[in-house]
């Protein structure tokens, strides 16, 4: 782990994930969770958590952001950012990682700490090192 206020582009993209978080639609699991997605060029694409009384239709933030980003023509990604309210960093569940190993380029995964103090950096490939493929 490391400590994030080192690191003033994590503080802004953490920042912009915390305020997104109240977005977050999770009646049923009360675990709120924001994401966004960085292009090869610096883009950001943002999502929020979107749960479901018939629990398969819920969306996880990550899979929301990256969708955004795809309907908006990218397809290439330098990272993903994950925040939740938890005081652990949160990893992408394995749905997500398959999403996100998808895309090219093997993207790191940057999981902030809901208090902000501290995230940790994985890269797609580290999370999910069997991904689906044919």
């Not at 977050?24 to 009360?30: M, N, V």
């Not at 899979?63 to 992408?92: C, D, E, M, Q």
């Not at 902030?112 to 069997?130: A, H, M, Q, R, V």
Request: hydrophobic residues 40%.
């Amino acid at each position: 782990m490391s400590d994030l206020y080192k690191n003033i582009e994590f503080k802004e993209i953490y920042n912009n994930l915390k305020k997104l978080l109240v977005n977050s639609y999770a009646p049923y699991s009360k675990f709120h969770v924001a994401a966004a997605v960085e292009t090869e060029d610096g883009k950001l694409f943002y999502g929020v958590n979107v749960e479901n009384m018939s629990y398969p239709l819920t969306m996880c933030a990550e899979r929301v952001a990256v969708f955004n980003a795809v309907t908006a023509g990218y397809k290439k990604f330098s990272r993903v950012y994950i925040l939740s309210i938890s005081s652990k960093p949160t990893p992408p569940c394995g749905a997500c990682r398959q999403v996100i190993a998808e895309f090219p380029d093997n993207p790191d995964i940057i999981m902030f700490t809901g208090d902000g103090e501290y995230y940790e950096k994985k890269n797609i490939s580290e999370l999910l090192p069997l991904q689906f493929e044919f």
